[in-house]
């Protein structure tokens, strides 16, 4: 029997943000502060069981909430009360694709939503669903055939940062890259950089941060060297291009970011690898 929730409690619910299709079935809750929504990000679903076989995760990108649901007693309930509770009040429009790990999918009007829940401790029980989307598309614009400084309060004109960005600070720095010279030496080298900060009043998840600026940068001609995604995402990357030798190293630190660049053709145009 599904939690019959009043008109009132159902618009908080919906302006909570919460995904379409899903209601709190009876005997649970929202916890308050839980619920987070992000723009693009993966999850991996599995589907199967004991009678198909070895199971299968799926990966869906899209859209992503994430939240927690309580005993709406006040007090805790075992992990199996918990889940059969959610089962049983999951609105019918969801299809179990793994009921025993409380896996299912929506399809309504081409939109295809993913869920995963996963009982924990103290009565609650986690919940992602994901809304198979696409990231968004970030353009690049092309350096020029000419060196580019810009000023502290710019911003680097091939490589801007995330949208809705604020400038925080700019600095310079120095920091080894591995150069060929035109007479065709290789030497580590020290070169200066720019660095830029930004505020991010809306951060991506660490996984959008990566998917759209190495799509962007590849369709641009940069060449992606390096890339990291954990506390720090990080983007390494180089563009050899038009004459040019640009560095670059782009990172995502919760709600801020960074980008740092070094001319690397600017600074070692000349004949040969300095002396060792």
């Known amino acids: 029997m599904k939690h019959v929730i009043p008109a009132l409690m ?72 918990l889940a059969e509770r959610f089962r049983s009040g999951l609105d019918p429009s969801w299809t179990w694709e793994w009921k025993e790990r409380l896996v299912a999918k929506r399809t309504v009007d081409g939109r295809e939503l ?10 609650e029980i986690r919940l992602v669903v994901v809304e198979r989307g696409q990231p968004r598309v970030m353009d690049l614009p092309e350096p020029s055939l000419l060196p580019e400084l810009p000023k502290g309060t710019e911003d680097f004109p091939y490589l801007p940062p995330w949208p809705g960005a604020k400038l925080s600070g700019s600095a310079v720095s120095r920091s080894p890259v591995d150069a060929k010279f035109p007479d065709g030496a290789e030497q580590i080298v020290l070169l200066n950089w720019i660095d830029k900060e930004y505020a991010l009043p809306q951060p991506p998840s660490a996984y959008e941060f990566m998917v759209v600026y190495r799509s962007a940068l590849v369709r641009a001609g940069w060449e992606i060297e390096g890339a990291l995604q954990g506390g720090t995402t990080q983007i390494q990357a180089a563009y050899r291009r038009r004459g040019r030798d640009l560095r670059a190293t782009l990172r995502l630190m919760g709600d801020a970011m960074g980008i740092s660049v070094a001319d690397a053709g600017a600074q070692l145009r000349g004949g040969s690898a300095p002396p060792k």
Request: net charge positive; aromatic share 8%.
């Open 114 to 123: 993913w869920l995963r829940g996963q009982p924990g401790g103290s009565g």
């Open 10 to 81: 159902y618009s908080v619910l919906q302006a909570q943000g919460l995904p379409p299709g899903l209601e709190v079935p009876a005997g649970l809750d929202l916890k308050k502060g839980s619920l987070q929504v992000v723009a693009f990000d993966r999850e991996f679903f599995e589907v199967g069981g004991p009678k198909e076989g070895t199971p299968v995760k799926i990966p869906i990108e899209g859209r992503a909430w994430r939240f927690i649901l309580r005993s709406g007693e006040g007090r805790p309930v075992g992990a199996l009360t």
